[in-house]
């Protein structure tokens, strides 16, 4: 009963991780109709900019995340303005090819900068609470409350502001946006920005979590992916409840089966779900995806 | 030859295509109207089978197809045209048409292999008769330029032509003159009767109303995804509803 | 060492030209070509172990990596291009799970060591000269399988269903037949580079079949051309001496696996802003109307 609610509560705090990532996710799906594959690797950075900057030059950790995701917004704006912007005329697979080159590119800056040896953040463990028998430290309670407080920014942002109008104007039709008078390129800046802001936050907290490798990135950016197509594509809080489900699935797969195969589960989840239900738990079926 | 009955399809709770019904006789020209946005062209997605329906039954040459995937509806007889054009851009005006026919010897992956020589044979014959086809449609002077490069009323053409080149009973062409220069029009018209004369039955969807009403024998008029007119075309433009279904959306001026 | 070099060569530039026929003929976007070589590699280096012939072992690799290239392209073939390739990478990452995890089958992370060397005609091929030779011949069979399949109606239908399905479709093309046959030729010449590689290497492990190394074969096909199987060749005969080459600056190997990993995707962002349709472009496989012959033309 305690490992099963222990689980639980893991299942919960990945999932609400991967549900930042998604999210962000989908807003830069919905305006580019490309899959940045880059998204989880911004990530990766930003854990490990919070890393450098708490525990090598001993800045205080708050302050640390602050200014990674400050750097990370800045990494996911250079990406769009040098990588991808250039290319939004050129052939169909350059903008998802491009992003795989960043990806990459990312993961050997990080390999080479901080190595390819698991580092963690030097937070000293505190007592957490006790529920039914299992415990959720205070760092899992944080990372709930991150989650809460990103979504509630980013819902009041999207749904209650001039700027949350313009961004999903553009979502549904980018032509008639700009017929309106928004102005495309700087609505996907501010949802590039947004979505390493969301990215880089996820990545910390994934560190406070587990601990530092390169290889998370890929890690966030299927996971996110399964995510966001389990959801929905399209369906912004879609790709939250699918984070959620899949934090869920692969903690309690190892009540089942050996947790070596824990990676594995997201990955079968992704495939299953493409075989039966493309669309995903709440997304439309797009007519286009009526079999050829 | 071709029937449907019943046949509705939602989005998201929009009716795009509400409990609609009509008829194609062997060898005749039939036309589909209505505003835009009245639903003609998510009609033909669904007789082609790209949409699937929420009710409705689709029958053509006394079998129904409902539910059946593109490839076969196409390989029956029945072959669409886009109201977007759609011709491979980067395969050249000859391309476009000889990669058409469905009896195409080596697009098996085995024949494509083993059998060069019936390959050639067959590909010959084709070439001929892609060739014969650009006579017809003058476009034999573009024949080796990538379609990409046509301008549009070309590109229209050359769309209609390669569907020919499957050798159609039935063609559903959405929108044939659409953003066509006047002088090609006429021109399309004449292909259309010519066509016609070889023994393909049409089904058209225009928005260009003098077109569908000097060509159709028969013309179905939609609005709100519902059938609200049939007729001859001089019944259906006398026809009050009709009238009213243009005007509302101030669009007969332009259709005219 | 060159001998060494030209045998790499062939085995990369088969699974070059493989991916190629998925990616630039088809336009199937596939993170998981690893996979099938490891299929390959895994299949043919097991049964050799358990005493069949090699050769009827790398066959049946091509066999199991097809097939794996069927259940992803069954899966996925039929949804939008970006979901195929996530499928592929997925479908990459769990067989790599299976290859570390089944350890009662691969032994796991310390590989299978001993994999035996083939004989041809009772003649054993026990040296690097030999092995060149039987790569290089390997590699002239799929470029010549690859071409003849391109150029024939079969590869023109390919074209058709990259530049637009949907019309392809109302046309009368099985569009997703026709995929699923493509994935699968592709994965086939993959299993057999894989056991290729298994028999020559010796020892396996799953290692050799990451993301990383199907990012790699991709770079190799992007680097070329798409739609060029020479410019994958050209891919993989320059992008496998600079890799090997790498190894030879002495760099402790960690930094040296991270600095090769930036170069290639530097090469990739670069090639996309600069050139996006390869060093090569693709060749143009025009058919003529007044000839009806197929024409070999240069890049764009
Ligand atoms: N794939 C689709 N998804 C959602 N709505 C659609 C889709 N296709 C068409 N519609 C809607 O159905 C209605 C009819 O569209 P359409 O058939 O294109 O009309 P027409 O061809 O008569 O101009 C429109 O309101 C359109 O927005
Ligand atoms: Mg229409």
């Known amino acids: 009963m305690d490992v099963l609610v222990q689980l639980l509560i893991n299942g919960l705090v990945a999932g609400s991780i991967y549900g930042i990532v998604a999210v962000g996710y989908s807003m830069v799906y919905s305006i580019l109709r490309f899959v940045n594959f880059a998204h989880g690797y911004v990530a990766m950075i930003g854990m490990y900019l919070a890393y450098t900057f708490s525990v090598r030059m001993g800045m205080n950790f708050f302050l640390s995340a602050v200014s990674a995701i400050l750097l990370s917004c800045l990494l996911g704006w250079s990406v769009e303005r040098a990588a991808y912007r250039p290319l939004r005329r050129s052939f169909y697979l350059a903008p998802l090819i491009t992003s795989i080159g960043v990806s990459f590119l990312l993961e050997a800056i990080a390999l080479l900068v901080w190595g390819a040896d698991i580092r963690s953040y030097d937070i000293p463990v505190r007592e957490g609470l006790e529920v039914l028998g299992a415990r959720i430290t205070m760092v899992q309670i944080w990372i709930i409350a991150a989650l809460l407080l990103s979504l509630m920014v980013l819902m009041w942002l999207l749904n209650r502001t001039i700027l949350g109008v313009a961004i999903r104007a553009t979502a549904d039709d980018q032509d008639m946006a700009r017929m309106l008078g928004v102005d495309a390129d700087s609505i996907i800046v501010v949802v590039f920005l947004l979505g390493s802001a969301m990215a880089a936050v996820a990545g910390i907290l994934l560190g406070l979590e587990t601990n530092l490798q390169p290889t998370m990135g890929l890690v966030v950016t299927v996971k996110a992916f399964a995510a966001v197509i389990l959801g929905g594509l399209g369906n912004i809080y879609g790709g939250l409840i699918g984070g959620l489900l899949i934090g869920f699935a692969e903690n309690l797969g190892i009540w089942f089966i050996p947790a070596v195969w824990k990676d594995a589960i997201a990955y079968a989840i992704l495939l299953v779900i493409l075989l039966v239900k493309p669309s995903g738990l709440f997304g439309q079926r797009r007519e286009s995806e009526v079999k050829l | ?256 | 060492m060159i001998y060494h070099l030209v045998t790499l060569i062939g085995i990369y530039g088969m699974l070059a030209v493989g991916l190629n026929l998925v990616v630039g003929y088809t336009g199937l976007f596939s993170l998981g070509h690893a996979a099938f070589f490891g299929l390959g590699a895994y299949t043919s280096a097991l049964l050799s172990l358990a005493g069949a012939p090699v050769f009827t072992g790398m066959l049946a690799g091509g066999i199991i990596g097809a097939l794996g290239g069927w259940l992803v392209g069954y899966s996925t073939v039929n949804l939008r291009g970006d979901y195929f390739c996530l499928g592929t990478l997925a479908f990459g990452e769990i067989t790599r799970a299976v290859f570390t995890n089944w350890i009662g089958l691969t032994r796991g992370p310390m590989g299978l060591p001993g994999i035996p060397r083939p004989s041809l005609f009772g003649v054993p091929i026990k040296s690097v000269e030999q092995y060149m030779v039987l790569a290089l011949i390997f590699l002239a069979l799929s470029l010549a399988f690859a071409e003849r399949l391109v150029k024939s109606p079969f590869g023109r239908m390919l074209r058709s269903i990259r530049e637009d399905d949907v019309a392809a479709a109302s046309l009368g093309k099985n569009v997703g037949r026709t995929k699923i046959v493509a994935v699968m030729a592709g994965s086939f010449m993959a299993g057999v580079a894989g056991g290729l590689y298994a028999h020559y290497i010796t020892y396996i492990d799953p290692m050799g079949f990451t993301l990383n190394q199907s990012i790699f074969i991709l770079v190799l096909v992007v680097f070329g051309g798409l739609g060029n199987n020479y410019g994958s060749i050209m891919g993989a005969v320059i992008l496998v001496v600079v890799r090997e080459g790498l190894r030879f600056l002495g760099l402790p190997s960690s930094v040296s696996a991270a600095l090769q990993q930036a170069i290639y995707s530097v090469l990739l962002i670069g090639l996309m802003l600069v050139r996006p349709r390869g060093l090569l472009g693709e060749v143009k496989y025009m058919t003529r109307g007044d000839s009806s012959r197929s024409l070999e033309g240069g890049g764009e």
């Not at chain 2, 997605?45 to 059946?68: Q, V, W």
């Not at chain 2, 062409?173 to 010519?194: F, H, S």
């Open chain 2, 1 to 256: 030859m071709l029937k449907v009955t019943g046949l509705t399809k939602e989005f998201g709770g929009l009716r795009a295509v509400d409990d609609l019904s009509l008829e194609v006789k062997e060898g005749t020209i039939v036309g589909l109207i209505g505003p835009n946005g009245s639903g003609k062209s998510t009609v033909f997605n669904l007789i082609s089978g790209f949409y699937r329906c929420d009710a409705g039954r689709i029958e053509f040459s006394g079998k129904d197809i409902t539910g059946l995937p593109p490839h076969v509806i196409a390989r029956m007889g029945l072959v669409r045209t886009f109201q977007q054009t759609r011709v491979f851009p980067e395969m050249t005006v000859f391309e476009n048409l000889v990669v058409a026919p469905q009896d195409n010897v080596g697009e098996g992956f085995i024949d494509s292999l083993l059998f060069p020589r019936a390959v050639k044979e067959d590909q010959k014959k084709k070439g001929e008769e892609a060739l014969a086809l650009l006579r017809f449609a003058d476009l034999y002077e573009k024949r080796d330029e990538l379609a990409k490069n046509l301008p549009y009323g070309e590109q229209k053409r050359l769309e209609l032509m390669r569907a020919v080149m499957t050798r159609p009973k039935i063609m559903l062409l959405d929108e044939p003159t659409a953003g066509v220069a006047r002088p090609q029009v006429e021109k399309m018209r004449e292909y259309i009767l010519k066509l016609k004369d070889q023994g393909i039955t049409f089904l058209i969807i225009e928005h260009h109303m003098k077109f569908v009403m000097g060509l159709s024998e028969w013309v179905y008029v939609l609005d709100h995804g519902q059938l609200i007119a049939q007729g001859t075309p001089s019944e259906v433009q006398k026809n009050p509803k009709v009238i009213e279904a243009y005007l509302g959306t101030g669009r007969m001026a332009a259709a005219v």
